[in-house]
């Protein structure tokens, strides 16, 4: 499997909505990222999580909030989101072996409106 | 200034045409991706280098460390090789610097 998958794919929902983006992977990488991206710009790195522990973090608001439950598995938290967060958010994972190469697998993104 | 510089910003080309996309950065890394993104938003890995070149079917990528250049190449171009094509630079482990982009649409 080499493949990282991510749930939703289209999401839409208010500003005191609660809600929260999954993504999945079963390539046995160790280092596993968010990227926020929006229309017709590169991705910007949001987080980054080695060995599930927060390892960076670009100065994102505090209404995202990242989780990585197990080594598979990871979780953007989404609270009280403005409209201008809208976006897609991309997730990525890689080997994470800091002493050898760290191609980054991305998953298809979701695609997030805040009304 | 970026640290990372692609160009050109958008290309169109005929289906069949040699196409090259540049890459320049200004600061050291330790590896260079390439990278290609479709409407819909998934992006592919298409290369990871550290010196030399790669060539995987109809792409070839170079880099030049001391120029601090790399070139992505399209042989034999194809309409479904239309796409964001995205320069990203490697500074320190688990973070990647991108460019900006370059729109490659292919007309048949």
């Known amino acids: 499997d080499t493949e990282v998958t991510q749930t939703p794919k289209h999401l839409v929902m208010g500003m005191t909505n609660k809600k929260s983006l999954k993504c999945e992977q079963h390539?046995?990488?160790?280092?596993m990222y968010w990227y926020k991206q929006k229309a017709k710009k590169p991705p910007e790195l949001m987080f980054v999580?080695?060995?599930?522990?927060?390892?960076i973090n670009e100065s994102v608001p505090s209404r995202f909030s990242p989780e990585c439950p197990n080594s598979s598995l990871l979780n953007l938290h989404l609270h009280a989101l403005q409209p201008e967060d809208s976006a897609l958010y991309l997730c990525?994972?890689?080997?994470?072996?800091?002493?050898?190469?760290?191609?980054?697998?991305f998953g298809p993104g979701t695609r997030l409106t805040v009304l | 200034k970026n640290e990372v510089e692609q160009s050109p910003q958008n290309l169109t080309a005929q289906e069949g045409e040699f196409i090259t996309i540049n890459c320049s950065y200004s600061?050291?890394?330790?590896?260079l991706h390439w990278l290609q993104q479709h409407p819909g938003g998934g992006i592919v890995s298409l290369f990871m280098?550290?010196?030399g070149k790669k060539k995987h079917g109809r792409l070839i990528a170079t880099i030049n460390i001391q120029e601090k250049h790399s070139s992505l190449h399209i042989t034999a171009s194809h309409p479904r090789d239309s796409a964001v094509y995205i320069c990203a630079v490697e500074k320190g482990a688990q973070k990647l610097v991108f460019g900006q982009g370059t729109r490659l649409t292919i007309n048949p």
């Open positions: 600061v050291g890394i330790s590896a």
């Open positions: 390539m046995g990488h160790r280092a």
């Open positions: 990525a994972s890689s080997p994470g072996d800091e002493s050898s190469y760290n191609e980054q697998f």
């Open positions: 999580y080695s060995y599930e522990k927060l390892s």
């Open positions: 280098l550290s010196s």
